[in-house]
């Protein structure tokens, strides 16, 4: 009770749990994802995670089912998509109004008697943190069935840890934090290139959360590209969290894509410090790497969530930090990161793909070194 | 009745099932008998408030016609119950589903679309359900319809309670208190009890009215005690009020009493 009082109040608009619960959804594969609210309720993730493959639908509540309930349109919606998508695992997200209202998931799943295994995640927006989204998801997925107690107590640890990373310098850190577009592309690139052409020693970690690797991943083939065509390519380690042993499927195969596509383009990967949903903690593997062989390197290039490498095994290097949050600039560069470079609309361009995406920074170091 | 004066809005709150119906039911039918323009809107889902004045009939209501998804005007929403009275049901949907106090605002903001009679009225009742749960409940007040508030409560302690917290919420939402009314229970020293309360939060007990047999029986046919028992002691009462009410210029920003002076005053 105490400690709840004490947290700051945020206000900037931030990604909320019903989002998170979506998005988990989709990581657990789900081929249908109803939302029980409002239409516009959370449409530009819905509107995204259709590209990404699955099916998005919503019970449409208006003023009507706000006062009288929503069991029945549930129930209708639930036969409908079975009907329409044919699906083998569907989900059901809870919203604002739904919850409030206290609509029940279980007893209109009940009433559809369906054959198929549905997810119902009890879910609205007015978590502090939007991992609760995550959480009650992956709850309902374990209380189904669908995933190992085990990958469940995992998956707590990893989001109780990303908490605290958004908490401690990420988007969480400040009542508000004014998004920026950060350094100039142009400037960033040319001083990479400068280092790598005085011989200086240099570290890529892409630490990404999840699909957004498959952009952030270019940045490392980029850097390596450049370091080639410049005679220096063992002048670079690559370390990457794209282990695809570990995580829920979708994610295991993100990191298989994106291996094989390093693999093509005969990028190496030095370390490879863990899975595509262990951002929170790969940033201390990375860590711990550093301080035993590459400390007196010159420069680091971290993409993702650069905002997760503790600052006492790099605060001796030049860093040059890629991220895709625009309110991340000011509190990485508080933290002490010489450059902080923002992706723009990253995530809409990293789903529905299985192969490494071309980004603007990528593109801007090869144009620039291409005028060397 | 007074053609150029703003109408009389009152709003009667009070436990569940203590006979604010009832009541309000009751007071309409004797302002109306006294010759003014009265309408009654029924703020509960059970939609139960003019049943009484409309010979124990149901109407349909705001709600159930939003829903069906019809054009509402006035007349498939307001209806002539005992000696002119206008009764308007809000509705809502069945107990444990949905969301009620949304209901009541949706259903008064869509009436203040489509009617005038309000503003025709000299009395108006806001008969609205049970202990202020949620913002929909107060809506009536919030959006500026209610100018007074009454406080229906008897002797027990639970009503009294109840009638204690409505008092700290009409005063959270900076509404002034017209009057506390007893409907009696025969507990001991029931009037003391009501009238120390309500001189104890600041306000003034307005009416006792004692329970009558009478009052059941009129309900089970379906009238109010006015129309079926005009000459009996408690239609006087309910005359009574009605004057009080329609008289009173009175009000004030109720002191809420804290639980222990609450429970000391029923001992």
Redo the contacts between chains.
Sequence with gaps: MEKEKKEISIIHPRPSSIVAALYTLRDLNVDVAILHGPPGCSFKHARLLEEDGIHVVTTSLD???????G?DELVALLEKVTEMFNPKLIGIVGTCVSM???EELHDAVLEANLDVPVIEVEVHAGYRNNTKGVLFALESALDSGIITEKEFDRQKVLLEEATMVEKRHGAASKEYLAPSRGDVKYKVAQHIIDLLKEGKRGITIMNAKKETGYMFADITVAVNEIAKQLGVESNIVNMANIDDTLGLPRVRHHAKCIMDDFNERGIRIHHIIGGMDEYPIAGDIAGKLIEEKYSDYDFVVITGVPHAIPMESISGMEIISVTNGPRQVLPMKEMGHDYVIVEIDLHPKTLGVNNIVESEFGATLREVAKEE | MNDSKKPKIIAIYGKGGIGKSSTASNVAAACADEGYKVMIIGCDPKSDSSITLLGGKRIPTILDLIRSGVDITEDDVVFEGYNGVKCVEVGGPEPGIGCAGRGIIVAIQKLKKISKVQEECDLVIYDVPGDIVCGGFVAPIRKGLVSEAYVLTSGEYMPLYAANNICRGLSKINTPLSGVICNARNVSREEEIVGKFAEEIGSELIAFIPKEQIVQDCERDGFSVLEKAPDSEIAQVYRNLARAIMSRNKSVMANALDDERLRELTR
């Design positions: 003023e009507n089912g706000f006062v009288f309930g069991h409030i209202i206290g």
